[in-house]
């Protein structure tokens, strides 16, 4: 099975600054061949469900705000929060779906410093 | 508008079995791939198996081989997930979620349905 590993476990950051979340992956979840990462990224909040962010590593779902962004390749990928909002507060996870069992990172804890 | 409406949740004892319902709408349900995922305080997300559009290809995780089973009903627009020999650690909050094209990541996601094993 693939690990994800995520860091740090939590993080707080003051409003309108940068929220750099870290996902690392025991294996390569790039498949060369198509030249995409099979990484995903979700947002959640308490009591509701996961909410997709980013797949492909870096493109951003309809309706997710551009201060959102997934980068990386190969292992190492981050979700960087550009400008961090109040209703950004959340858990943060990374996905692989490079291979069967889909797994997830840790998950992220981002709050305001 | 994506709906994914769990239910059949519920507390068993150990060894007993439930079956989960998720019923969808605002898609062609048959066209896409869909997932349970399961949430634990102490072990966070937790793929559990999925279920290609047609039924014909699915996926366990090796926690839950042999024990769940996986389905859909494509003329309901309703998925399954039925669970045997049922154990405290399958304790959790299970979400029915839909799978984005191509299947991989999960694009919409049910409210959860709690399952509580326990004697």
């Known amino acids: 099975d693939i690990v994800m590993t995520q860091s740090p476990d939590s993080l707080a950051v003051s409003l309108g600054e940068r929220a750099t979340i870290n996902c690392k992956s025991s294996?390569?979840?790039?498949?060369?061949?198509?030249?995409?990462?099979?990484l995903a990224w979700y947002q959640q909040k308490p009591g509701q469900p996961p909410k997709l962010l980013i797949y492909?590593?870096?493109t951003r779902e309809s309706g997710v705000p551009d201060r959102f962004s997934g980068s990386g390749s190969g292992t190492d990928f981050t979700l960087t929060i550009s400008s961090l909002q109040a209703e950004d507060v959340a858990v943060y996870y990374c996905?692989?779906?490079?291979?069967?069992?889909?797994?997830f990172g840790g998950g992220t804890k981002v709050e305001i410093k | 508008e994506v709906q994914l409406l769990e239910s059949g949740g519920g507390l068993v004892h150990p060894g007993e079995s439930l079956r989960l319902s998720c019923a969808a709408s605002?898609?062609?349900?048959?066209?896409?791939?869909m997932t349970w995922v399961r949430q634990t305080p102490g072990k966070g997300l937790e793929w559990v198996s999925s279920?290609?559009?047609?039924?014909?290809?699915?996926y366990y995780a090796d926690s839950v081989q042999g024990r769940f089973t996986i389905s859909r009903d494509n003329s309901k627009n309703t998925l399954y997930l039925q669970m045997n020999s049922l154990r405290a650690d399958d304790t959790a909050v299970y979400y029915c979620?839909?799978?984005?094209?191509?299947?991989?990541?999960?694009?919409?996601w049910g409210q959860g349905s709690l399952v509580t094993v326990s004697s």
């Open positions: 279920i290609s559009g047609s039924g014909e290809s699915t």
């Open positions: 979620a839909k799978d984005g094209d191509p299947p991989g990541w999960d694009d919409f």
């Open positions: 492909w590593a870096s």
């Open positions: 294996q390569s979840v790039l498949y060369t061949s198509k030249n995409k990462n099979y």
């Open positions: 996905q692989q779906y490079y291979s069967v069992p889909r797994t």
């Open positions: 605002g898609f062609i349900f048959s066209s896409y791939s």
